[in-house]
């Protein structure tokens, strides 16, 4: 039996359609499978419900985001639950996750780690929106 990531990078045309669910598109990355409602470490599974597809970069931005907003973290979330429950990556979804990301790189675009590095970092490596 495949495994989910694989069922969903398919299910969902991620390939095709040239983007995660956060609506970062692919470079030379790994696909990674994030736990949605219940995270790994409450013993969450990795099944369709409970798993959204991310590129490596996206998703480690997204734990970013949980550790230091989590509220911005919960709305991504909810957003990603939603396309799950559509069954398809929805540009209104997207379009969401964009501007939360947004609202996140403003809130801590000045912020410098202890070690004098930029805490964010403009990400351009999202998909350009379709008008």
Avoid: C, W
């Avoid at 398919?10 to 359609?17: M, R, T």
């Avoid at 970062?24 to 696909?31: D, H, N």
């Avoid at 790189?105 to 999202?126: A, E, L, P, S």
């Amino acid at each position: 039996m495949r495994n989910i990531t694989n069922i969903m990078i398919n299910e969902f045309k991620i390939k095709e359609l040239g983007y995660d669910f956060m609506g970062f598109s692919p470079k030379k990355e790994l696909y990674t499978a994030h736990h949605l409602i219940i995270p790994k470490r409450a013993g969450g599974e990795l099944v369709r419900g409970n798993t959204a597809i991310l590129m490596q970069s996206s998703h480690q931005l997204l734990h970013k985001i949980e550790h230091y907003n989590f509220e911005i973290f919960s709305a991504i979330t909810g957003e990603m639950i939603d396309e799950v429950y559509k069954g398809k990556l929805d540009d209104k979804n997207i379009l969401e996750i964009y501007h939360l990301i947004d609202e996140f790189y403003i809130q801590y675009k000045d912020f410098i780690t202890k070690k004098g590095k930029q805490f964010v970092k403009n990400y351009n490596d999202r998909m350009v929106l379709r008008k």
